[in-house]
């Protein structure tokens, strides 16, 4: 099979696309024909090197944890997928032509979810699923701010917090304000304009997808007890807030939120953004745009 290979940590030229054995399912596994995988910032973050001190690689090493394809092989003691089942999920190495994936990782493609496109869906559902149900654990009529709230992950929390009836506050840039009038939260705030975080009472929950000197600010509005949820690292003014509860999530592979999160896709309950479609080939070019943020999910197609 064809795949991209990282035979050490640096920018996306270290990216290259060759020949690889292909790999064969194991038990609990299925093997799949991908049709497009998705680009994460795990994804550069891991390439870059700047997760080597908690995830270091094994070189050579495949990117990728996104994925959607066709099932080929069903490993014996797996019954619940079949050679042919559409199937969108989680999967280490998702930057190949093939994939071995755990069935606790997997979906079966929604009827109305186009194959290519659910792809983008399997880690962001997870992530921001997780960082409501198992972050912030907010409760019907809570209020929870999500930060980043017009990113993938943080759309996916919006939805979540939103489906348990949460009073949702959206926190975007300023020259975000208008575009996030569509999530449809209780109200968006911007995370630039003073005026407005300081007429921001104490809440119980914020959802934290952007960190850095965002959540320093937002830890601040948590109310005593309540819940400082995050996805990219606890602040680190943390120590000056200690009656919040600060939750670090690291989601985790869960096929029946992914499934569920695909529904909503395909229903038009939930948008998520593809930017740009681009081949397996191009994988360095789909790295550089995705670092420079600011667009929506990048796919690779297979």
Known sequence: MKAVVLRDYGGPDKLTYEEWPDPVAGGGQVLVRVSA?????IDYKLRSGAMKAIMPLNFPAILGYDFSGVVRVVAPDVRDFA????????????????????????AKLPEKLALVDAAALPVISNTGEQLIT????IQHGQTVVITGALGAVGRTAVWIARKAGAVVIAAVRGSQVKAAAALEANDVISLDTPATLEKLGFIDAVADTV???????????????GVFATVVGSP???????????????????????RAIGEDVAAGRL????????????AASAHAAAEKGGIGKVLLIA
């Not at 198992?134 to 654990?137: A, F, L, M, R, V």
């Not at 960190?211 to 007890?225: H, Q, R, Y």
């Open 211 to 225: 960190g850095g000197k965002v959540g320093e600010m937002m830890i601040g509005k948590v109310k005593p007890g």
């Open 271 to 282: 948008v998520i953004p593809v930017d740009r479609m681009l081949p397996l080939a191009e």
């Open 37 to 41: 995988a998705g680009v994460n910032p």
């Open 83 to 106: 050679p042919g089942d559409k199937v969108f999920g989680r999967s280490a190495s998702a930057y190949a032509q093939l994939v071995a994936a755990d069935v606790v990782g997997i």
């Open 134 to 137: 198992k972050g912030t654990k």
């Open 236 to 258: 680190a003014n943390a120590h000056l807030n200690p009656t919040v509860n600060v939750v670090m999530v690291q989601s985790a592979p869960d096929a029946a939120s992914i």
